[in-house]
């Protein structure tokens, strides 16, 4: 299911972004890279604390989520220069997530966490998308204006 | 010692400063250490520096909000101090008020309340 | 040719033009829109001069085929011209009637010098009062851009100096600080006013802190979420954080709408939260006994 907030770009794309890094999250310790990087990519930008928290924390999340939930997966960043967007995708190819509307609500897991990850991440990016296949895994963009 | 912060007894509390950003790994390893001294060391309290903390997901939020539990048990406070704006608007964002503990502006700050108890 | 569409009309904007600029005052001062008390004669001949030559250059180089697009090029003058007159008149005080009717004023004295050019030519008469006319009407209406576009900008200006006026976080006491918060508390305006606040109290090592709602006109479910995160981060970096200025009208509604403070600290005026506040960071207020 997309989400509402539509024209989120594939930072994965090289002819529209400026790759700035991949990560493979496999351990905890790629959760700390993966939220470093994107805090780096963001002060660099001259992005105020605020910012740089707010967005690396989504990421935080989302990174999380891929080890927890999908058995590991990868994460691109890479920055829109037309735009001024950083934008990070997230994938993994886990068993998907059955009832988006549902993960998305303060409250819900599914592996005993605190359920505020995947709609705490939404509020913290300024762009947000999911796109999810029973059995296929899961893809999460996200995009901050910088 | 958990690897990622000295754990000091000071006046009868434990004082932790986290200096880096720290694992999913690294802050359970922190909490157990951390209620273990409790019970060991009989503090009347625990304070988490976390100034040099830019990131607090819900993760280290909710293993944070757990320790508050566990010292209460075990009859100590878990005070939170220094914690940077950007962190507490994320937090608020997020949902996490983290009510289980008591928080201050700095490590004297908090030694200094719970003086007077 | 085509060009003859405003042959005459540029002969006559070429040779009259002292007469035009002076009948088009006079026009002006007979129809109340000249503001002599704002404007000096020489201030506004002067002005009018500019804006009449700027118009002649654009009918000389931007008519075509009897049409024109004020946005093209050859208008640029006017548009410049315009642009700084419209600006002076608005910071001012002149009315968009006035504004309008100032430019409007311009086809009186173009009129009586095309009659008396063309006295045995009413085709040709008929076709260049049309022409005249369009133009003068397109220089009206764009005017009128300029002028709201001038407006709104003054408008946005003032929203800025205003929501920067209304987020003063004050010093009160040795680490005791107050936001004394004025008018509607959006979103926006929520999230500006939070951040102030905790790098404030970061910088000041402030202790406590008074939210003072005195000011805020309504009190919804919306604008009660906003204070009570904003007292729930202010309590994260660990200082205390305490509402005050609740009237019983606020409290009223705050109760009917099921708004729960939780471990807030409220109180009904900001004296009494002062004097709480001076109390937590170690200081009471005391009457001095020979007053």
């Not at chain 1, 897991?109 to 059995?135: H, M, Y």
């Not at chain 3, 900008?153 to 005791?176: G, K």
């Not at chain 3, 090592?205 to 995160?229: F, K, N, Y």
Request: hydrophobic share 45%; aromatic share 4%.
């Amino acid at each position: 299911m997309p989400c509402p907030s539509c024209g989120v770009g594939d930072p994965t794309d090289p002819s529209a972004y400026v790759a700035v890094q991949s990560i493979s999250l496999q351990t905890s310790r790629d959760v700390v890279m993966a939220r470093q990087a994107v805090a780096r990519a963001l002060k660099s930008r001259g992005a105020s604390a605020i910012r740089t928290t707010r967005f690396a924390t989504a990421v935080s999340e989302i990174a999380r989520n891929a080890i927890v939930h999908g058995g590991g997966g990868e994460i691109t960043i890479g920055f829109d220069l037309a735009s001024a967007y950083l934008m990070v995708e997230c994938r993994d190819k886990g068993r998907g997530i059955a009832d988006i509307p549902q993960a998305m609500v303060d409250g819900f897991t599914t592996a005993g966490g605190l359920g505020r990850g995947l709609g705490g991440a939404k509020r913290l990016a300024d762009r947000f998308e999911i796109i999810t296949e029973a059995g296929k895994g899961t893809r999460v963009r996200m995009g901050v204006k910088v | 010692m958990s690897g990622i912060a000295a754990i000091h007894l000071v006046e009868n509390a434990l004082l932790v400063s986290i200096q880096d950003d720290v694992s999913d790994v690294e802050i359970i390893d922190l909490q157990d250490a951390l209620s273990r001294r409790i019970a060991e060391e009989n503090v009347r309290g625990v304070v988490l520096d976390i100034s040099a903390l830019e990131i607090v997901d819900t993760f280290v939020g909710r293993v944070i909000a757990q320790l508050a539990g566990i010292s209460r048990l075990l009859d100590a406070e878990t005070y939170v101090v220094g914690m940077r704006p950007a962190v507490a608007v994320t937090l608020v964002e997020l949902g996490l008020y983290l009510p289980e503990t008591r928080t201050a502006l700095s490590l004297t700050h908090a030694l200094s309340q719970l003086r007077r108890g | 040719m085509p060009q003859a569409a405003t042959a005459t009309i540029l002969t006559i904007l070429e040779t009259k033009f002292s007469a035009i600029v002076e009948q088009w005052l006079g026009t002006q001062v007979k129809e109340g829109v000249k503001r002599s008390d704002l404007f000096s004669d020489s201030e506004s001949r002067a002005q009018n001069a500019e804006l009449l030559k700027a118009f002649a250059k654009g009918v000389r180089a931007g008519v075509t085929d009897d049409d024109f697009d004020l946005a093209d090029p050859a208008w640029e003058d006017l548009r410049a011209v315009l642009a700084d007159v419209t600006k002076e008149r608005v910071s001012r005080g002149v009315t968009p009637t006035e504004m309008a009717t100032f430019v409007l004023a311009l086809k009186v004295p173009l009129f009586a010098q095309l009659q008396k050019t063309l006295p045995d030519n009413p085709s040709s008469l008929i076709f260049d009062v049309l022409m005249v006319t369009r133009l003068v009407d397109a220089f009206a209406i764009y005017t009128n851009e300029v002028f709201i576009a001038e407006r709104e900008q003054i408008i946005e200006r003032q929203r800025e100096e205003m929501l920067e006026l209304s987020t003063p976080v004050v010093e009160l006491w040795d680490r005791v600080l107050t936001l004394p918060l004025i008018g509607t508390l959006d979103s926006a305006r929520a999230q500006e006013v939070m951040e102030n606040l905790l790098e404030t109290i970061l910088q000041r090592q402030a202790e406590v802190v008074i939210l003072d709602i005195t000011g805020v006109s309504t009190v919804d479910t919306q604008v009660a979420q906003h204070l009570l995160r904003a007292a729930a981060a202010v309590r994260l970096m660990g200082a205390e954080c305490i509402i005050s200025g609740i009237s019983p009208m606020i409290a009223q509604t705050m109760v009917q709408l099921g708004i729960d403070v939780g471990t807030v600290s409220t109180r009904s005026s900001i004296r009494t939260a002062l004097a709480d506040a001076l109390g937590k960071v170690g200081y009471t207020i005391q009457k001095n006994r020979d007053h």
